[in-house]
């Protein structure tokens, strides 16, 4: 009898079956095996009742019940079985699914950040039980997503029938910033300004400030909060702003006319503190800004590393490093850069509700430096390794010093002004550079005379504010405290899917029909929009996550006294005098029919269960002179004639795996199972094996292709099978 490890990703497999070695078999789950039904009232799949959710979960379609399968016969070979999933609330709540459709009695629990021989032998030898409030925070999550999402779909979104598909507890807010945002530009009236300027002989330029100009101070960073990598390298002097031609042209003329002299001189030495190692949010900020990766992709390829055994977990926002860790990176830098060594380990502390029993993302050991991988990581992973390598570094390193320098001159009743700044000492920025160049000042004396050079004014014009990239979209979400670490990316994602908001030139701009939503949503549902409400939900998961809340007695209250009032307010405002989308916060919408035009059919649709509607078509890509569509507003499931199966069928991309196509042989990409296809190809059917994921087949597995070739079956990048190995 071997131990059974249950883990997430069949990626990890590889990897943890040599740490374990003999005596261990390991098994993944493949993500997720089991959701909440989709029965009962509005297809949520539980009863809400007086203080309590009563669940009905099933298998995550075909994958999920073969998947299962497969788990039963490995829990009846093995004599003790550990749990190992990911170590975060969802991995948590997997494990428990887990639990429950295994009917395991008395499973280990064991957590591990990092895949490396000491990591896991330590959570091995060191198991617990499954944690129940975290259980509890991740069924809340499940549900409430569930009901925010399902019903507010199909009580208000669904109904304004201008297209929309969706609507969700963090996608809507997500949305609505992006909205807040499109509007302020288009409400902006640029107006015209001057920049005016001096430049002396002795080789430095100064600025115009107005006499009555605030003292201005920069805005302290929140404590654990990662630097603006954007604004890194860029300088934004200027003058203060004159608002007229004429006011510039007085100033040039007084400056040209009247002589110059040094009024004060400013030095002093500060210091800039190391930045904190990476989190989830600061890591998808700077690897868009510096790598040009969108969250989704970050996260994916810091998934691949996390599984190679090269980074610690990947979604966190704990600033915390292991003591072992600190200790070795104060040995790295002892031996090949002792000047950066600070007296004390250094220690940052965290933004405010962050987990602090996870570390933060770095290495895995300080001492794999990044040219050592370059011939084992692809590209992206490379790069990525190198940016969470010199930000864990960095971390541990001594601040930089810099030399600033203040001038004030004046022309008569006039000041200019400049600014220089040198670094002294780079500490931390040898490996993690967020300082603008260098802006060396002459040595002046106050009093001094100076010689103009020149003096000019710059038309410029007010701009308006930025539309978000994605990385600054993470950096608000995370400010505004919508969402968590695992759910930034997905969010952005399903926004786009969704055709809520493009992407334009780098930058996130909501579509006409994410305007039209959110502006209906703002008078509908208003409350859900406001970070503010969103945060205070992720507040009481994290209450009931550190086992201060009833999840049941919460669900249940929450909906009773908000969610269900404030649907049927919203109800009753789409009925009250008819009223359409249009006339929602001034939304321009034609409405759509809520039906398509057709004969309504027998056909169930597979979705919600509603009777399917005969469209007819005359596009030539289609096998018949009609397809089916779903009669549902919001809904828009089509289904095609397979003339050789003579059944109605949903596009492939939507159907459901078939089991019985799955072989028990691994795609050499991402580990998940190989499938049978046919095909067509010169009037002959044909057989193939792919990768069973179509997200990864559109991706990471697009090159997995394994064809039929006598007795075996040939990829021209990965080899060969022999056939006698495929079990179907």
Not at 94 to 106: C, E, F, M, T
Not at 568 to 590: D, R, V
């Amino acid at each position: 009898m071997a131990k059974l490890l249950l883990i997430e990703s069949p990626g990890k497999s590889k990897k943890l079956s040599q740490i374990l070695g003999a005596g261990w078999q390991v098994k993944a789950s493949m993500g997720h095996v089991r959701e909440l039904a989709n029965d009962g009232e509005d297809a949520l799949g539980f009863d809400l009742l007086d203080n309590r959710v009563e669940c009905r979960y099933e298998p995550r379609e075909a994958r999920g019940q073969k998947v299962l399968a497969e788990l039963r016969q490995a829990v009846k070979q093995a004599d003790a079985v550990y749990i190992a999933t990911d170590p975060d609330r969802e991995g948590e709540t997997i494990g428990w699914h887990l639990q429950q459709a295994l009917k395991l009695k008395n499973p280990q629990r064991v957590v591990y950040s990092e895949i490396t021989p000491q990591a896991v032998q330590a959570a091995i030898a060191h198991p617990r039980s499954l944690d129940q409030s975290l259980i509890a925070a991740g069924r809340a999550r499940d549900c409430l997503d569930k009901l925010v999402g399902y019903k507010g779909s199909k009580h208000v979104v669904w109904r304004l029938n201008i297209g929309a598909k969706s609507m969700g507890r963090v996608q809507s807010a997500t949305l609505h910033l992006l909205c807040t945002r499109e509007k302020e530009i288009q409400a902006f009236q640029p107006h015209d300004y001057w920049s005016v300027w001096v430049e002396y002989q002795e080789g430095f330029k100064a600025f115009y400030r107005a006499p009555t100009r605030p003292q201005s101070r920069p805005k302290a960073p929140t404590p654990g909060e990662p630097p603006d990598d954007a604004a890194e390298g860029k300088n934004s002097q200027e003058s203060d702003q004159v608002t007229s031609q004429a006011e510039a042209d007085r100033l040039l003329a007084i400056a040209r006319s009247t002589p110059h002299q040094v009024a004060t001189v400013e030095g002093k030495t500060t210091t800039q503190a190391a930045p904190p190692p990476f989190i989830t949010s600061s890591l998808q900020q700077a690897a868009g800004t510096k790598l040009r990766f969108s969250p989704d992709k970050t996260m994916k390829v810091a998934q691949s590393l996390y599984e190679a055994g090269h980074i610690t977990y990947m979604r966190t926002d704990s600033v915390l490093l292991a003591a072992p860790f600190c200790a070795s990176v104060r040995q790295y830098l002892e031996q090949h850069d002792p000047q950066n060594v600070p007296q004390q380990t250094t220690r940052h502390r965290a933004v405010k509700g962050a987990q602090e029993a996870h570390e933060a993302i770095r290495p895995t050991a300080i001492d794999r430096v990044p040219t050592q991988l370059q011939t084992q990581l692809s590209g992206d992973e490379a790069k990525l390794y190198e940016l969470i390598w010199n930000r864990a570094i960095a971390s541990q390193c001594c601040p930089a010093r810099l030399r600033k320098t203040r001038v004030v001159t004046c022309s008569g009743a006039i000041n200019w002004e400049a600014r220089g700044q040198v670094v002294e000492f780079p500490g931390y920025t040898h490996y993690w550079n967020n300082l603008s160049a260098d802006t060396q000042l002459p040595v002046l004396q106050q009093g001094q005379g100076l010689t103009l050079k020149q003096a000019a004014a710059d038309k410029k014009q007010t701009q308006p504010p930025p539309r978000y990239t994605e990385p600054k979209l993470v950096q608000l979400m995370e400010r505004k405290g919508i969402g968590r670490p695992s759910t930034y990316a997905p969010t952005i994602k399903t926004l786009k899917e969704r055709e809520y908001v493009q992407v334009e030139k780098a930058k996130l701009q909501p579509t006409a029909l994410g305007m039209e939503l959110d502006n209906a949503l703002e008078t509908l549902l208003p409350d859900l929009l406001q970070p503010e409400f969103t945060a205070q939900m992720e507040l009481a998961l994290d209450t009931i996550a550190q086992g201060k809340q009833d999840w049941q007695g919460y669900l249940t209250h929450w909906h009773r006294t908000y969610f269900a009032p404030a649907l049927e307010k919203a109800g009753q405002l789409l009925l009250s005098k008819g009223m359409q989308p249009s006339q929602l916060k001034g939304a321009k919408t034609n409405p759509k029919p809520a039906k398509p035009p057709g004969t309504v059919t027998k056909t169930a649709c597979p979705k919600c269960g509603e009777a399917m509607i005969k469209v007819p078509s005359k596009s030539k890509k289609l096998k018949a002179d009609h397809f089916l569509k779903c009669g549902v507003a919001g809904c828009g499931t089509a289904m095609f004639w397979n003339a050789k199966g003579k059944r109605y069928e949903l596009p492939y991309a939507q159907r459901t795996p078939d089991p019985e196509t799955f072989t028990n042989m691994s795609c050499p990409v991402c580990g998940a199972l190989l499938e049978r296809y046919t095909y067509t190809k010169d009037g002959k059917e044909k057989v193939m094996l792919r990768c069973s994921l179509l997200e990864h087949r559109r991706g990471k597995c697009k090159d997995v292709a394994f064809f039929e070739s006598r007795e075996e079956f040939w990829s021209p990048k990965f080899g060969t099978l022999k056939l006698e190995t495929l079990v179907t």
